[in-house]
Structure formats: C-alpha cells, structure tokens
C-alpha cells in the first residue's frame, strides 16, 4: 500500500492524464488519407529506432531518476521522466500490434528491451557507486502496481498515442510525467544494486504493467483512427509470435489485477476493522499500509489520530482480522477530539497537534489532562534538563505493548519535554521461537526490545531468562537441551545489548513433550529483584501475549 503522499501523486497524475486526453478527444482530428496514415506510421518506426542518441538519452535519464529517487526529490525524478525516450519503443510495439507486423513490433520490442538493460544497468551503477543508499518514499511508491498506476498507464496510453496520431505535441511533456516509465527501471536499478530482491522484483513488475497497459491503448487508439492489418506478404508463424508474445507480455497485467483486486478488498476490510476498534466520530487514519498475500492480510501498519487512547487496540485489530497479520498502530492523541480540518494528512504524525480548547501550561498538567478519561496519573517527578518521569495506569485491562505505545503518543503530545511513563508491574512477553530454531526473528526482537524498555522504565537491573524445547517421544535429547539453552543465551545477548546487565540463564526441558509441542518453543524473562513478579510462563502462551 502507498503513503499518503505517493497516493497524492499518483493523484495528481492521473487528473493531468485524465484532463489531457479530455481535451485531446474534443479538438483533436482524425488522418483522412492513407499518405497520413503512413506518414505517422513512418514517424512512430523512427521513434522506435536505436541510435546512439537514444541511449544517451536513457543513460541520463536513468541517472537523474536514481539520483533523484535516493534524495525523495520529486522534481528530480520529473525532469527524468522528461527526458526519457522509453514511450517511443512502446508506441512502435502497440503500432506494431494494430497493423500486425511482426517484424516492427519485433525491432520496437527489441529497442524496449536494450533500453530498459541500459537504465537498470546504469541505476545500479549509480547507486553502487553513491554513498546514499537509504530507502526513500519516492523509491517505495515504486515497488509495486497499484491500481492508479494501471488507471494512469491506460489513460497516458490513450493520450500518447492521440498525440502522436494528431500530431499535436503540445501536451507530450505531460504524456512523459504521467507514464512514469523510468523511475520503476532505477528503482530495479537500486534493488539490485543494494541487495533488495523483492523491491526489485516489484519495481519491474509495475515497469511490465505499464508497458501492457501503454501498448493496449496506443492499438486501440490506432484502430480507432483508421490503422488496419497491413496487406503483405506474411508467414503464419510470424503472426503465431506476435500473438504468443503478447500473451506472454499479458501475464504481469494478470497477476498485478489479481494483487490489485487483494489489495483493495483487504485494505477496506482493515480499514473498517480499525474504525470498528476506534470510537465512532473520535478517529481519523492518516497512514495506512497493508501487506496482503494469497492468505489474507500479513501485516498492518496505520497512524491514528484519536482524541482517546484505545489500550490492547493492535491486539484487537489483529482478531477482527483472523488473529494472523501483524499489526502495528501509531496513536496520535489530541486533547479535545480531531481537528475539524487540516490537510496535512500523514505530516500529523510529525507535530504536535492544535487543539480546540485550551491546555493548562505546565507538561504535568498537559499529561493529565491528555489521559483524561482513559487513565490515570498516579506520581510524577520533574527533573532539570527538560525529563518528566510519570507513573501511570490505564482505567482499561492493558499489557506492556499498550504502555509502551501510549508513551510514544505523549512523547509526540508533549514534545517540549523527554517523557518517561512507569507502567504498572505487568506479566512479561514470552519469546517465541520456531521449531528447532534458536534465533530471534523480527516478532521476537520487539517482544524482547519491549521487556527491555520494562525494565528500564521500572528501574531494573537483573533478569532470570529461562529457555524451553520440547522433548523427543522417549524424554529430553541433547540437542532438546542444545536449544533450550541456545534460546536463553540469545534472548540474554539481545537483552544484555539493550542495557540488562544482570542475567542469569537456565534451561527447562520437560521430561514428556504436551500434545502441542510449540507450546515449549520459547524462552521467558523474569526480573531479579522484584518482590511478587509474575512469572510469565505460567500464565501466558505465545500468542496470548504476542505485541
């Protein structure tokens, strides 16, 4: 899914493609005679053709769109789109198509294919070569279609292809910003280059998708205006090809409809079980990405912006949605509801927020008339160099994900100060593993990142990890006791790494395995000096207690 921004872009886009080919089809004339017919058959061939200036051209432009990609400067990538020649081999294969000559739609497709190796070839070098390597939104709205992109590619098709039939060239700068073709090429350029195989996989599919869904709309604008089969000479299996080609080039625009379909029926479906947990009236979605796969949502990740915090609202979200993906919700608090109207949408996330009714002056005050209503401010300690420690609890059942979260949406509430919110004394997070597997992965690095900024927050320095493995059919085997240590070791390492110094470990290995083995596959923090800690493993599974 798109950040709200990439969304505005693509947005803006499509207006100007959609606005073009209005205007295009009211004032626009048709060619009359076939010497215009081939006359424009003739200009789109040349613009098809490989010469040395058309990879100059593809060389720059890829450089510029990498460039601009790796500093998320728009107007960068622009002026690559500007230069690009990448739509002219497209316009030959869709000519190619309309009068169905196999060899022009082969030299049009051959100059398309050295074009786009030219580009990624070049966007890799670059980026090998850069010292900026970072992710960036601009490279991120590339990495996969969505379904304004394929909008946008049929409508720029339409249009490009009017343009050149029409011979009306004044709106070919906006055909170029609006194809977008050279970006998604750097963006391969960039995958590759960093490692990124996925992304890169993903930019090239949204390359394919938009060169389809170009070269079906510049056959039917050329069939529309009087473009016929050409009458030659033609062997069977030259056509035969030519058909075979476009099914194979067909095969991208199915899987990302498929993915589009997914994406939007999963998206809505989240979406609405977000509003569901939030209150009616009270909440606002500034941001929202979801990862949807054959199986349904995989992950979430969402900016809320909500005059009450909502404890346990990952959790919930997580069962309206199966219980399987993994989200994470950002809380943006206002103290007396939602702006009525602010067109900052995902930069809300980067400020403090206006509020309608006026707060007392003090950050202590601040924050308890923040938790007013949904918790309550229980001590408070003002030290010098702008620290606030509190200790808080909320009036609703919650766990540590939820104490954690609701500091990070004070922290944003109250940035004049560094804040400290002390949680109750709470059961800890068990870490689960996989079968077999001592290491920790991304799920197990939050719960541990979690139990660490506990401790912190309650101010200790000693935990007692415990590592767990289920046993084989006749009792406990050395390598069931290899794990179980290897679990608590890593679990240790991790917690050491984050300021616990104090760990003692052990191993528990159970001389009969339960009827579901994985219920042994964790390992559990308990902290050293707390009188009447709960011990996690006793009252928590995995699941019961995943943030």
């Given at each position: 899914m798109l950040s709200a921004p990439a969304t505005l872009r693509l947005r803006a886009r499509l207006r100007l493609a959609t606005a073009s080919l209005r205007r295009l089809l009211s004032e626009g004339a048709a060619p009359h005679t076939d010497a215009d017919r081939l006359q424009i058959e003739a200009e789109i061939a040349d613009g098809a053709r490989i010469s040395g200036g058309y990879f100059a051209l593809l060389f720059?432009?890829?450089?510029?769109?990498?460039?601009?990609?790796?500093?998320?400067?728009?107007a960068v990538v622009i002026g690559a789109m500007l230069i690009s020649p990448l739509m002219g081999p497209i316009m030959g294969m869709g000519m190619g198509v309309a009068r169905l000559?196999?060899?022009?739609?082969?030299?049009?497709?051959?100059?398309?294919?050295?074009?786009?190796?030219?580009?990624?070839?070049?966007?890799a070098l670059i980026v090998w070569a850069s010292p900026l390597k970072d992710v960036t939104p601009e490279i991120l709205a590339r990495t996969r279609p969505t379904l304004l992109d394929l909008v946008v590619a049929i409508l720029s098709g339409f249009v490009g292809a009017y343009v050149l039939i029409t011979k009306r060239p004044g709106v070919v700068a906006g055909v170029a910003i609006?194809?977008?073709?050279?970006?998604?090429?750097?963006?391969?350029?960039y995958?590759?280059?960093?490692?990124?195989?996925?992304?890169?996989?993903?930019?090239?599919?949204?390359?394919?998708?938009?060169?389809?869904?170009?070269?079906?709309?510049?056959?039917?604008?050329?069939r529309r205006y009087g473009f016929q089969p050409a009458v030659r000479g033609r062997r069977r299996w030259e056509e035969m090809a030519l058909v075979a080609t476009l099914l194979l080039l067909s095969l991208p625009l199915a899987v990302s409809l498929r993915d589009i379909v997914v994406e939007a029926r999963e998206t809505a479906r989240v979406r609405g079980a977000i509003q569901a947990v939030f209150e009616a009236g009270d909440q606002h979605i500034t941001d929202l990405q979801v990862l949807a796969g054959g199986g349904g949502v995989e992950q979430v990740r969402a900016v809320v912006v909500t005059g009450r915090?909502?404890?346990?609202?990952?959790?919930?979200?997580?069962?309206?949605?199966?219980?399987?993906?993994?989200?994470?919700?950002?809380?943006?608090?206002?103290?007396?509801?939602?702006?009525?109207?602010?067109?900052?949408?995902?930069?809300?996330?980067?400020?403090?927020?206006?509020?309608?009714?006026?707060?007392?002056?003090?950050?202590?005050?601040?924050?308890?008339?923040?938790?007013?209503?949904?918790?309550?401010?229980?001590?408070?300690?003002?030290h010098e160099a702008g620290r606030l420690r509190a200790?808080?609890?909320?009036?609703?059942?919650?766990?540590?994900?939820?104490?954690?979260?609701?500091?990070?949406?004070?922290?944003r509430f109250l940035p004049e100060v560094s804040l400290d919110l002390t949680p109750p004394f709470l059961d800890l997070p068990v870490i689960a593993f996989a079968e077999g597997r001592s290491t920790l992965d991304p799920a197990a690095e939050r719960r541990v990142a979690l139990?660490?900024?506990?401790?912190?927050?309650?101010?200790?320095?000693?935990?007692?990890?415990?590592?767990?493995?289920?046993?084989?059919?006749?009792?406990?085997?050395?390598?069931?006791?290899?794990?179980?240590?290897?679990?608590?070791?890593?679990?240790?390492?991790r917690l050491e790494a984050l300021g616990v110094r104090d760990i003692e470990i052990r191993s528990e290995t159970p001389d009969v395995s339960p009827r579901d083995p994985s219920a042994l596959w964790f390992a559990a923090v308990r902290p050293l000096g707390l009188p009447g800690a709960a011990d996690p493993a006793a009252n928590s599974s995995p699941d019961e207690v995943a943030p």
């Open positions: 720059c432009s890829c450089g510029i769109a990498a460039l601009g990609l790796l500093q998320s400067s728009a000559d196999a060899r022009a739609f082969e030299r049009a497709a051959v100059a398309l294919a050295l074009g786009a190796a030219v580009s990624v070839a070049a966007s609006a194809t977008a073709l050279m970006p998604p090429l750097a963006v391969v350029g995958g590759l280059a960093t490692g990124a195989w996925n992304m890169a996989g993903g930019a090239f599919l949204l390359f394919l998708t938009n060169v389809v869904a170009i070269l079906g709309a510049v056959f039917a604008v050329a915090f909502q404890a346990q609202a990952e959790q919930r979200v997580a069962e309206a949605l199966g219980g399987g993906p993994d989200v994470q919700i950002e809380q943006i608090l206002t103290a007396d509801g939602l702006p009525r109207a602010d067109p900052s949408g995902g930069a809300l996330a980067n400020r403090a927020l206006a509020t309608s009714r006026p707060l007392r002056t003090t950050p202590e005050q601040k924050l308890r008339d923040m938790l007013a209503g949904v918790g309550v401010v229980e001590a408070v300690e003002v200790s808080v609890r909320l009036n609703r059942p919650a766990s540590l994900d939820d104490y954690a979260a609701l500091e990070a949406a004070a922290q139990i660490a900024w506990a401790f912190r927050r309650w101010n200790i320095q000693g935990a007692e990890v415990v590592g767990s493995a289920s046993p084989g059919p006749r009792g406990p085997r050395p390598r069931d006791l290899r794990v179980a240590e290897a679990r608590a070791q890593a679990v240790a390492d």
